[in-house]
């Protein structure tokens, strides 16, 4: 018999509280999810409902105040600053609103720096991240700086160095707010297709009901809490 | 599908090594990205380590100059002159110059003396067919060229029969050779010194320098009978110069001189001399001491700019920290640890200075070249002050770089992404 897997994440009663005393602020106040492997998960919500201090959790870029964060079946909700970072950088990709890609740095360098940071080869830098490129179709587009590329062809490269190191999860806070809407629905179709073909497991914030859509699973995050959780047949 | 029960694999960091070589490139992706602000950061380094280094590299070679100038003069050479170096204003009598006699008791009755030289002093005007020459005309025996080492590029040195009959040969400088006879020998010509004909014997090799603003090789030089007759009609002395053995002190054989003249000259315990002794030795001991004191100011005066230069690169590297925010978050969100951001900007730090040495360097070379050659000292390439002007434009990059370093390490990668 297939045992049950566990939820490549999950949250138990993660609160968070920032500051202390008399200004202190409550932004999760108990949330409990669970990300199954190979998932494409949008989470909305209004601002302050506690949305982006869960992706930062996720993400691992912050710690929770309280509860329980399993990743693969392991506790990291307590995990110290440089071994966040390097659970970041093996399992982890982001892809922000503002793309944050290195100004004055060609494409092909802004993908190779997460593999910098892995120790990886030269040559299997260089390989990795034009095979990246070539995902999000600009491998052409190798030696061109940001300053010479589109919004979306920007948000094109920082996927590809999300997805460079092969992560299990990727990250996208807003990836489509500062494109208009056909770069929206490319760079949607985009992220469908790698959850799709590659099996990487997504997680994605929007204000947006139309990029929405395109998940499989649409959480709702109100007052610090998880409102609702709706799951689209498969 | 991933093995979700697969255990991570313990979070491993990359070696030292290898983590220097990443840092490293990524410290020169960052320079090259900013490559004005790069240049401008270094240019207080690049002053400071030129300025360090030019001025040690011509301290240096005047020093070395001051030491050849004056042992030039020869090695262990005393010199004698009539007159006191305490400059007593007025009433005294002009002291009397030197005889031959002294000259025979110094060479007799002083230990340690291995050579003898009287000189008589004069100027007079060289002519050789249409060009003439004003220079110092020199009366002296043979054994002076042997006690200023002087060697002969042509010809001979004096007879000893020259010598006692006084006859009219002489023995050109290279300056006086170079200004009438500019492409041939003199040896063999006959040379018009003031309204004595003589024949030319010889041609003296370059000595160069001489010092104190005099050219050594101006000069024509006479058996010391002939000046005394044909110029100055006197048996004085002007000058006598003694080398002594170097295996005695010239301390002591100075002393014994000056005993020596004291008592022939007549003159009363609790008097001063009246004739003043050099030692080039002491001379050139006292003057390397002065261009060293000299160089060590100036050098210092230098380093002050190093150390502003350093300062400079720890304000743009602040600033640099402040502009770089978001680039930093992004750094940590991919998965830089601390260690890494910090030894990023710690690498730049010390890749730019060590390259703004280099640059000091390089146009401190060139330029204490060409200065050398415009104040006329010798060029003394010295490796160690390169090397550790080199090795401390490094120091200054990981003292200065530390701070905005650790600054930038420390920064939460949520509120640096946020940066605007």
């Known amino acids: 018999m297939t045992p049950v897997a566990d939820p490549l994440i999950r949250l138990i009663g993660v609160t968070k509280r920032f500051g202390a005393g008399a200004a202190a602020f409550q932004a999760l106040k108990g949330v409990d999810l669970d990300v199954e492997a190979g998932d494409f998960m949008a989470v909305m919500g209004p601002s302050g409902s506690?949305?982006?201090?869960?992706?930062?959790?996720?993400?691992?870029?912050?710690?929770?105040?309280?509860?329980?964060?399993?990743f693969r079946g392991h506790h990291v909700e307590s995990l110290g600053r440089d071994q966040r970072a390097l659970l970041r950088r093996r399992y982890l990709g982001f892809v922000f609103q503002g793309f944050n890609l290195l100004a004055r740095t060609t494409a092909l360098e802004n993908v190779e720096l997460p593999l910098l940071y892995r120790g990886e080869d030269r040559w299997v830098r260089r390989e990795m991240a034009m095979a990246a490129l070539d995902k999000v179709g600009l491998a052409d587009w190798a030696k061109h700086t940001p300053a010479e590329l589109s919004g979306g062809q920007q948000q094109r490269v920082a996927i590809a160095r999300a997805i460079?190191?092969?992560?299990?999860?990727?990250?996208?806070?807003?990836?489509?707010?500062?494109?208009?809407?056909?770069?929206?629905?490319?760079?949607?179709?985009?992220?469908?297709?790698?959850?799709?073909?590659s099996g990487i497991t997504v997680l994605m914030v929007t204000h947006e009901a139309d990029m929405a859509a395109y998940a499989r699973t649409v959480v709702h995050f109100r007052d610090g809490l998880v409102e609702t959780i709706e799951r689209k047949a498969a | 599908?991933?093995?979700?029960?697969?255990?991570?694999?313990?979070?491993?960091?990359?070696?030292?090594?290898?983590?220097?070589?990443?840092?490293?490139?990524?410290?020169?992706?960052?320079?090259?990205?900013?490559?004005?602000?790069?240049?401008?950061?270094?240019?207080?380094?690049?002053?400071?380590?030129?300025?360090?280094?030019?001025?040690?590299?011509?301290?240096?070679?005047?020093?070395?100059?001051?030491?050849?100038?004056?042992?030039?003069?020869?090695?262990?050479?005393?010199?004698?002159?009539p007159g006191t170096s305490q400059g007593r204003g007025g009433g005294g009598e002009t002291p009397p110059p030197f005889k031959p006699e002294d000259l025979d008791a110094i060479r007799d009755q002083v230990a340690g003396v291995t050579a003898v030289a009287p000189i008589a002093q004069t100027t007079a005007t060289a002519i050789s067919n249409a060009s003439n020459w004003s220079t110092t005309v020199k009366g002296t025996t043979d054994a002076y060229f042997d006690a200023q080492a002087w060697k002969l590029a042509n010809g001979r040195y004096f007879t000893p029969q020259e010598e006692a009959s006084g006859k009219s040969v002489c023995i050109v400088g290279k300056t006086v050779k170079d200004n009438?006879?500019?492409?041939?020998?003199?040896?063999?010509?006959?040379?018009?010194?003031?309204?004595?004909?003589?024949?030319?014997?010889?041609?003296?090799?370059?000595?160069?320098?001489?010092?104190?603003?005099?050219?050594?090789?101006?000069?024509?030089?006479?058996?010391?009978?002939?000046?005394?007759?044909?110029?100055?009609?006197?048996?004085?002395?002007?000058?006598?110069?003694?080398?002594?053995?170097?295996?005695?002190?010239?301390?002591?054989?100075?002393?014994?001189?000056?005993?020596?003249?004291?008592?022939?000259?007549?003159?009363?315990?609790?008097?001063?001399?009246?004739?003043t002794i050099f030692d080039s030795r002491q001379i050139a001991d006292t003057l390397s001491g002065i261009t060293g004191v000299l160089t060590a100011i100036v050098s210092a005066v230098a380093a002050i700019s190093l150390l502003v230069g350093g300062i400079g690169i720890m304000n743009i590297m602040l600033v640099?920290?402040?502009?770089?925010?978001?680039?930093?978050?992004?750094?940590?969100?991919?998965?830089?640890?601390?260690?890494?951001?910090?030894?990023?900007?710690?690498?730049?730090?010390?890749?730019?200075?060590?390259?703004?040495?280099?640059?000091g360097l390089v146009l401190a070379l060139f330029t204490s070249i060409g200065l050398a050659k415009l104040i006329k000292v010798p060029f003394v390439f010295d490796p160690w002050t390169n090397l550790v002007a080199f090795l401390f434009s490094g120091l200054i990059g990981i003292v200065f770089g530390y701070f905005p370093a650790r600054r930038a390490a420390s920064l939460n990668p949520i509120d640096a992404l946020r940066h605007e």
């Open chain 1, 50 to 70: 506690g949305k982006s201090t869960t992706m930062n959790i996720l993400g691992c870029l912050d710690v929770p105040t309280s509860g329980a964060f399993l």
């Open chain 1, 164 to 197: 460079v190191t092969h992560p299990d999860v990727l990250l996208a806070d807003e990836p489509t707010g500062n494109l208009d809407s056909e770069r929206s629905i490319e760079i949607m179709e985009l992220l469908t297709d790698l959850n799709k073909t």
């Open chain 2, 1 to 81: 599908m991933t093995d979700l029960h697969a255990t991570p694999p313990p979070p491993r960091q990359a070696s030292s090594l290898r983590l220097l070589g990443t840092t490293a490139l990524l410290a020169l992706r960052a320079i090259r990205r900013h490559l004005l602000r790069s240049v401008l950061t270094v240019l207080g380094i690049v002053i400071g380590v030129f300025a360090v280094v030019t001025m040690v590299t011509l301290g240096k070679g005047a020093t070395r100059s001051v030491h050849d100038q004056v042992s030039n003069l020869g090695a262990n050479v005393l010199t004698v002159i």
């Open chain 2, 180 to 275: 009438l006879y500019p492409n041939r020998s003199p040896v063999g010509g006959s040379l018009l010194v003031g309204s004595v004909s003589c024949e030319v014997i010889g041609e003296l090799a370059l000595r160069g320098g001489g010092g104190f603003g005099q050219d050594i090789d101006d000069t024509v030089i006479l058996p010391i009978k002939t000046v005394q007759r044909r110029f100055t009609g006197s048996r004085d002395i002007s000058i006598i110069v003694v080398a002594a053995d170097p295996a005695y002190d010239s301390a002591d054989v100075q002393q014994s001189i000056a005993a020596l003249l004291r008592e022939r000259r007549s003159i009363r315990a609790g008097k001063l001399d009246d004739f």
């Open chain 2, 320 to 359: 640099s920290v402040t502009e770089r925010t978001r680039e930093i978050g992004i750094r940590l969100a991919i998965g830089a640890v601390a260690r890494e951001v910090m030894l990023q900007f710690l690498v730049e730090a010390v890749v730019l200075s060590c390259l703004g040495g280099l640059i």
